[in-house]
């Protein structure tokens, strides 16, 4: 089956386009059948609830830092750091006085933050 998932695609710059989602963070996302990359712009004071989901996540820092709460406590996650969420595991995300800007690496895709070009 030929498909869009099924052949190399590239995304320019001006087909990556920020949308908002609950928490007032602006992301773009790109996926493919299984594996998806998502950027953030996460403004300063912004949380993401305590939450869970069933697709692994890995968060890179570019700009700023995140503070993530997990069963082991807070970790804050600075420039260059990551952190790995493994499937179902409950976190929750925020920012203190830094904005952040991060990208996310999912598997399976989180269907919350489809919004391909």
Same mark, same amino acid.
């Given at each position: 089956?030929?498909?869009e998932t099924d052949r %190399?695609?590239?995304f320019p710059r001006e087909s990556l386009r920020l949308s908002s989602d609950e928490t007032g963070a602006r992301f773009?996302?790109?996926s493919l059948r299984s594996t998806q990359l998502t950027y953030f712009e996460v403004? %300063?004071?912004?949380?993401?609830?305590?939450?869970s989901h069933p697709s692994e996540q890995i968060t890179l820092v570019l700009e700023g830092e995140l503070f993530f709460e997990t069963v082991s406590g807070i970790t804050r996650v600075g420039v260059g750091e990551v952190m790995a969420i493994p499937a179902n595991a409950h976190?929750?995300?925020?920012?203190?006085?830094?904005?952040?800007?991060?990208?996310?690496?999912?598997s399976p895709v989180n269907t919350k933050y489809?919004?391909?070009p």
């Open positions: 089956m030929d498909t %190399p695609r590239h773009w996302s790109v403004g %300063p004071n912004c949380r993401f609830d305590r939450h976190h929750a995300v925020y920012t203190k006085t830094l904005a952040a800007k991060a990208v996310d690496a999912w489809l919004n391909g």
